[in-house]
T-cell receptor, first 116, second 112 residues
Framework: AQSVTQLDSQVPVFEEAPVELRCNYSSSVSVYLFWYVQYPNQGLQLLLKYLSGSTLVKGINGFEAEFNKSQTSFHLRKPSVHISDTAEYFCAVSDEDGGSQGNLIFGKGTKLSVKP | NAGVTQTPKFQVLKTGQSMTLQCAQDMNHNSMYWYRQDPGMGLRLIYYSASEGTTDKGEVPNGYNVSRLNKREFSLRLESAAPSQTSVYFC???????????FGDGTRLSIL
């Protein structure tokens, strides 16, 4: 069975500083990987996805993530954060061939708090 | 450009009351999902429908029922609400089960 671990439940950072939100997954098959963002009192919004091809994936709002198969990681990065990036971020994994475990499996989330 | 629409946005119920949460998507997606989100618990899958005409239990199905009314609509029913079901409920849809999901804005449900 697949699983996702987001290593930090909360990450405080100052405005304009770089940030990395860590995500590790476990799977016996090839995977698709996703990052979602949830702003207060809103639903989840897709930030970026890795389905195939380049292991460096660029998303919206200046975020990027790198798929590292050997480390089974998909860490999210931004070189310079803004106050508006304050939100909760969720990593998710799914089975590439959409088999019996085909649903997305979500991590428990990381709350990013950007301070002025 | 509605995407996934959930109704109602807020609801307060008394213990033992029943209600149905509605969800509709206009993206011609095959798969639909119901999640609940509680502080510190992340998202937990209640039920999903891989395609029209099928429904399956997720991680936390007890106390809930679902109906996939047609390709667009997927409803969640609480037959006898309990305080433990106080939560924020999200509906989502995707082209296929392993593809990115699109989420609604949620229903905030309080059960007294």
């Amino acid at each position: 069975a697949q699983s996702v671990t987001q290593l930090d439940s909360q990450v405080p950072v100052f405005e304009e500083a770089p940030v990395e939100l860590r995500c590790n997954y476990s799977s016996s098959v090839s995977v698709y990987l996703f990052w979602y963002v949830q702003y207060p009192n809103q639903g989840l919004q897709l930030l970026l996805k890795y389905l195939s091809g380049s292991t460096l994936v660029k998303g919206i709002n200046g975020f990027e993530a790198e798929f590292n198969k050997s480390q089974t990681s998909f860490h999210l990065r931004k070189p310079s954060v803004h106050i508006s990036d304050t939100a909760e971020y969720f990593c998710a994994v799914s089975d590439e061939d959409g088999g019996s475990q085909g649903n997305l499996i979500f991590g428990k989330g990381t709350k990013l708090s950007v301070k002025p | 450009n509605a995407g996934v629409t959930q109704t109602p946005k807020f609801q307060v119920l008394k213990t033992g009351q029943s209600m149905t949460l509605q969800c509709a998507q206009d993206m011609n997606h095959n798969s639909m999902y119901w999640y609940r989100q509680d502080p510190g618990m992340g998202l937990r899958l209640i039920y999903y429908s891989a395609s029209e005409g099928t429904t399956d239990k997720g991680e936390v199905p007890n106390g809930y029922n679902v109906s996939r009314l047609n390709k667009r609509e997927f409803s969640l029913r609480l037959e006898s609400a309990a305080p433990s079901q106080t939560s924020v409920y999200f509906c989502a849809s995707s082209v296929r089960r392993n593809q990115p999901q699109h989420f609604g804005d949620g229903t905030r449900l309080s059960i007294l």
